[in-house]
């Protein structure tokens, strides 16, 4: 398994302007991994020198050129499938069974897909005054700025430079420093399949410094960031200077409603799914479960029995069903939602501390967390992000939307029940950009994702990301010779 630990500029593998490094940690014991260079503002300053040079020749490629380089792509991720989900799970501590079936398979599906859409971008004919002809052509936007996060660095890291490569940009991409080396390796295949220099840069660097320099950077046309509010917040301001385009995929506090019809075994193995998949590390993780009292009991008894059961180990295992979080700083910030929880007075089901298994010990471990809280507490309004479940139950249809609809954020949002105008009346009336009606958390490259409030703007995947790495051109052509332009003399 080859792990990389240098910036990629201008298609060249180097080390940081000022020689410092970042220490790459494993979250299952605390182990160091490697050292890789730590990007600051100068280095950041060359990539968007690279990708602005590099863009010309770029964008004058043809859809189909530019598709089938992506398609390559995803034919080597293919080939190196189980590299690059080793690679995963050792820097993020997501489970092995997890990396192998999900997330490579989600990577490689995406760049497919986009390499797909790349030569299928289309204008409009509009119908205007008599005499003359108005079309509309969508054109690349140029150097696009990433920012990924640390929880699906490798399936983000599709999201991200797939749709804005297919549509003519380059890219200057800032993985997390907590998780670059899956994103890292994706840039040295896309260099072995053909990628020009220029097109891809990666600069692994801290928020404070590599983050808001490409920000702030005159000559990147958008940022796009995936990440919490506070930060999508500080992006936006940075980003003012030349009035660049953002689009932001945020936080998010998911409800995930329980109806008094539900098919209750369903509900309980598709809640789970929701909140302890990737160990809560998700932004569309269905945090906050709203159950019908008539059927809550029931719920949590077998609820609580799953959580119980879940394997917690070693993210290399294959019967590992839940590894450890991705950072110790996280996972102390997951253990004191577990305090906040007790202070308020909310009933701990199960979980709230970490693992007590000696093998664990060093990693950054918490244990499936269930807590019953009223849904005005902190742990019902701020994001966990961290395997940590609160449960509220509901009287009526109005109580369910009441509390569904209580935070700020608007990501996504689920709900279980057999009544279809039920189904409908939710999904049309929930505060959230996504809604799973029976199900949780399916995504997929042609499927649009995004949120609405506190959990950003613009949205990934599907035609709609095209349209977010493009801008339009109106063209008014004269086609009549007998009309004179207005100032004839």
């Known amino acids: 398994m080859q792990v990389l630990n240098k ?26 991994i490697t050292k890789v260079a730590e990007a600051t503002e100068g280095d950041v300053d060359l990539a968007v020198d690279a990708a602005k040079s590099a863009f010309p020749e770029w964008a004058a490629k043809t859809g189909s050129e530019r598709g089938l380089l992506l398609l390559k792509l995803a ?23 997890d990396t192998r079936n999900l997330d490579v398979k989600r990577t490689a599906l995406c760049f497919r897909y986009f390499g797909g859409m790349a030569d299928k971008l289309e204008g409009a004919t509009i119908p205007v005054d008599e005499g003359f002809l108005n079309f509309t052509t969508r054109e690349p936007i140029g150097v696009i700025g990433q920012i990924v996060p640390w929880n699906f660095p490798l399936m983000f890291t599709s999201w991200k430079m797939a749709p804005a490569l297919a549509a003519g940009n380059t890219i200057v991409i800032k993985p997390s420093e907590i998780t670059p080396l899956s994103t890292l390796r994706i840039a040295e295949m896309m260099l072995e399949v053909g990628f020009p220099a220029g097109v891809v840069n990666v600069v692994v660097g801290y928020g404070h410094t590599a983050g808001s320099r490409l920000s702030e950077h005159e ?5 796009a960031f995936t990440g919490s509010t506070a930060t999508g917040q500080r992006i936006v301001q940075a980003s003012a200077g030349n009035l660049k385009k953002v689009q932001l995929e945020l936080g998010g506090k998911g409800a995930n409603i329980i109806f008094e019809d539900a098919d209750i075994n369903q509900v309980v193995g598709g809640s789970a799914w929701a909140i ?23 719920f949590c008894e077998k609820f609580v029995a799953l959580a119980k059961s879940i394997c917690i180990g070693d993210p290399s295992d294959p019967k590992t069903e839940m ?12 253990l004191e939602y577990c305090v906040i929880a007790k202070e308020e007075g909310a009933t701990i089901l199960c979980g709230g501390k970490e693992p007590s298994t000696p093998s664990l010990v060093d990693g950054f471990y918490v244990e499936p967390t269930i807590v019953l809280a009223k849904y005005t507490d902190r742990v019902c309004q701020e994001e966990v992000f961290g395997p940590f479940v609160s449960i509220t139950t509901f009287k009526n249809d109005d109580e369910a939307l009441e ?7 608007g990501l996504g949002a689920g709900l ?25 958390k399916r995504v997929h490259p042609a499927s649009p994702f995004g949120g609405v409030g506190r959990s950003g703007y613009g949205r990934e995947m599907g035609f ?13 052509i004269n086609v009549d010779a007998n009309i004179p332009p207005f100032y004839k003399r």
Not at 80 to 93: K, M
């Open 416 to 440: 279980w029940t057999k009544d279809i105008g039920r189904a409908h009346y939710f999904a049309r009336e929930m505060h959230a950009g996504m809604v799973w009606v029976n199900c949780y």
């Open 7 to 32: 910036l990629l500029i201008n298609g060249s593998w180097v080390d940081s302007v000022n020689g410092k490094t970042i220490d790459i940690i494993n979250p299952h014991d605390n182990s160091l």
């Open 75 to 97: 034919d080597k991720i293919e080939e190196c499938a189980e590299e690059l989900a080793q690679l995963e799970s050792l820097d993020t501590g997501h489970p092995i069974r």
């Open 464 to 476: 709609e990301v095209m349209r977010e790495y493009t801008q339009v051109k109106s063209v008014w």
């Open 276 to 298: 302890f998949h990737n160990q809560g590390q998700a932004c569309i993780a269905g945090s906050r479960i709203i159950i019908h009292e008539s059927i809550a009991e029931e």
């Open 219 to 223: 000559d990147v046309g958008k940022i």
């Open 323 to 334: 590894g450890p979080l991705t950072s110790r700083l996280h996972q102390q910030r997951v």
């Open 403 to 409: 509390i569904a609809n209580s935070t700020q954020y």
